[in-house]
């Protein structure tokens, strides 16, 4: 049984820095508040996604337990405070989760990857924060040796949503497009991202042409794909991004100059995670970097001070949650543990309707779910 409790702290004051500061990092200026409630999931890896499932006006949460084959909707009460309500089938080892209404009834439904079943499962919404196997429930996919990620995006501008899944032994990633019937054309059309991409890829329009690009962590650099067409899938590829062990990366506007910035995320302590300042055409520059403990996880990007700049929060499998606070140049806050040993999925939303994002972390090697909300010391 899914189990919630509020945790009740004095405000913690971060006055410390990221551990082993280097030359090129950009301290924090100020302290900051940290208060931290918990919920329970299951034991294992956790992937989160955030959304109104039951159309109550409040932010909700559904939690993929990859261990038990399932997801776990957690619904808002309105206060903020996320309570379990149900939970359902999600085929073997769902690893990631993306809203898609691909039966067009206006309802999130959700698209599902199965990490090393090379399927991905369909699950209509009801509306009511439930969820029913779709029809199909499941189909089969041909990425090597399996995907990780999932995202949904009209790639073709067809008016049809589309799916993206990672396929590393293809150097690249498969777009699998929409059909007007909530279908999937699988097992999709392959793009070579010029690497081998393993987790935590974006989908974003970079540079204002109302298309979705595609950004990918490769072994030794990151890819940067702009879509080329409106009618067809056509990707052109910006120059790589050299990058030690990149694994991770998120795509935001990290400094309010409304062009998307990037945040890397690497697999090693160095360069550990980097802020790259876009221009708008794909291009990007260095703006900020920290050192990271070894085994980075996931980037998720949101706005936890509402200052209407994006924020972005890191994980690391060594005991390491990294706060990255947008601004002019970015800054560095580590966020504590609480006794979370093996910090995984990671997902940012505004669950208490303050118009500041909460961050939602999960360990994989427990049944925590820490959920932090993050304020300058002086409000």
């Known amino acids: 049984m899914t189990k919630q409790q509020k945790i009740s702290f004095a405000a913690i004051i971060v006055s410390t820095f990221v551990s082993g500061c280097s ?43 990859e261990t038990q084959d399932r997801i776990v ?17 999600a085929g073997a080892q769902p690893s990631w989760m993306a809203p898609v209404d691909f039966d067009t009834d206006g309802v999130a ?9 090379n399927t991905i499962t369909l699950l209509r919404g009801n509306g009511d924060a439930s969820f029913e196997p779709a029809d199909p429930a499941r189909f089969p996919i041909e990425t090597e040796p399996h995907s990780h990620v999932i995202a949904a995006a009209d790639m073709n501008n067809d008016g049809a949503i589309d799916l993206i899944i990672d396929s590393r032994d293809h150097l690249g990633v498969y777009v699998l497009p929409g059909g007007a019937e909530g279908e999937f054309d699988a097992p999709g059309q392959s793009v070579d991202v010029g690497g081998a991409p393993y987790l935590g890829f974006a ?3 970079i540079n204002h042409d109302g298309l979705p690009d595609i950004i990918t962590p490769n072994r030794n650099d ?19 991004i050299p990058f030690q062990s990149p694994f991770a990366v998120g795509a935001a506007d990290m400094n309010g100059d409304n062009e998307i910035d990037l945040v890397i995320a690497g697999a090693g302590e160095e360069p550990g995670i980097v802020v790259l300042k876009g221009n ?6 260095h703006a900020a970097s920290a050192q990271m403990s070894a085994g980075a996880k996931l980037v998720a990007t949101g706005d936890v001070n509402g200052d209407g700049t994006m924020d972005a929060a890191i994980t690391s499998w ?7 606070i947008g601004a002019d140049t970015p800054y560095f806050v580590p966020l504590p543990l609480e ?39 002086d409000g």
Do not use: C
Not at 109 to 117: F, G, R, S
Not at 225 to 240: A, D, H, I, K, Y
């Open 222 to 240: 990151v890819s940067v794909l702009l879509n080329r067409s409106s009618t067809e899938l056509s990707f052109e590829q910006v120059s790589p």
């Open 280 to 285: 708008g055409e794909g291009q990007f520059a």
């Open 73 to 89: 909707v957690f619904v808002n009460n309105g206060a903020g405070e996320l309570q379990s309500t149900a939970q359902f089938p």
């Open 109 to 117: 439904d959700l698209a599902i990857i199965n990490h090393e079943a």
């Open 203 to 205: 989908v974003v329009d």
């Open 339 to 377: 006794g979370m040993r093996n910090p995984w999925g990671v997902t940012m939303a505004d669950f208490d309707g303050d118009k500041r994002d909460e961050i939602v972390v999960g360990d994989a090697s427990g049944e925590r779910v820490l959920i932090y909300s993050v304020t300058s010391a």
């Open 23 to 65: 030359a090129a990092e950009v301290l924090d200026p100020q302290p900051h508040n940290i208060t931290v409630q918990e919920i329970a999931a299951s034991n294992g890896e956790k992937t989160f996604l955030t959304g109104d499932f039951n159309h109550d006006g409040h932010i909700d949460l559904i939690v993929a337990e």
């Open 318 to 324: 060594n005991a390491q949650v990294t706060l990255v």
